[in-house]
Nanobody
Framework: QVQLVESGGGSVQAGGSLRLSCAALGFSYSTYSMGWFRQAPGKEREGVAALVSDGTTTYADSVKGRFAISHDNNKNTLFLQMNSLKADDTAMYYC?????????????????????WGQGTQVTVSS
């Protein structure tokens, strides 16, 4: 059974950093593609970053240069390093998993691509 557990959210001032973690249970990152998504109150869920099983990364324009997605295969954990945080980054952040390689960069950041989701971790950035 696939299970994703996020952690690392919290409150930070604008310009600060946070690192989110997503522990995977029941599958290996080497055979799945992974994504980080976020959803702010009243807004649609949006893709933030994706890491395909072949190592390819994709980022939303709004976070390029500030966020970095990575994984530790030994710990079977996905990370999202978030730097230079802005108030607009405030949202619930979710990690998600999909089997195999996602070839389309659009699909990598589309929530409908992913079958498995964590429960989310809240990130609040104060200006």
């Amino acid at each position: 059974q696939v299970q994703l557990v996020e952690s690392g959210g919290g409150s930070v001032q604008a310009g600060g950093s946070l690192r989110l973690s997503c522990a995977a249970l029941g599958f290996s990152y080497s055979t799945y593609s992974m994504g980080w998504f976020r959803q702010a109150p009243g807004k649609e869920r949006e893709g933030v970053a994706a890491l395909v099983s072949d190592g390819t990364t994709t980022y939303a324009d709004s976070v390029k240069g500030r966020f970095a997605i990575s994984h530790d295969n030994n710990k079977n954990t996905l990370f999202l390093q978030m730097n230079s945080l802005k108030a607009d980054d405030t949202a619930m952040y979710y990690c998600a998993a999909a089997g195999g390689i996602i070839y389309s960069s659009y699909a990598r950041l589309s929530h409908s691509t992913y079958a498995y989701w964590g429960q989310g971790t809240q990130v609040t950035v104060s200006s």
